[in-house]
């Protein structure tokens, strides 16, 4: 594999282990969110977690077709995702993480289409603007909300 290779399968590593961290904080807002909002975010964060946790197949599938292994474990996967964000308690905290985590997927997608189009790799740039897409939609509803 060539280093090329190595960072674009790389970079498709940590979206994957970011994308599966914020599984993780969605599903764990959507079983603990309460107040006056609770329906609305219940259900949004059901929709965001069933759209994260879909998602994760499919990269971890490309990363496979690619050649290389896909993270394989919680461990391996927390490892490339860094640092966990906060516990949020209340639902206006909760939608601020999100915005927040959300964030920094977009900003790590952008960087991983930008690997993929330069190991000439389209079918993983359109993939990942798929996904940049997606979260920049989930971000300015989220923001959207708040107002």
Partial sequence: ????????????????????RLYVQTHGYHWNVEGPSFRQLHLMFEEQYQNLWNALDSIAERIRSLGAYAPGSVAELMKLAGEEAAPAQSAEAMVDALIKSHDALAGQLRAAIVTAQEAGDEPSAGMLSDRLEWHEQQLWMMKASRK
């Avoid at 594999?1 to 599966?20: E, I, N, R």
Wanted: aromatic residues 4%; glycine residues 4%.
């Fill in 1 to 20: 594999m060539t280093d090329t290779s190595q960072d674009h399968t790389g970079s498709l590593s940590k979206v994957l282990a970011s994308t599966f």
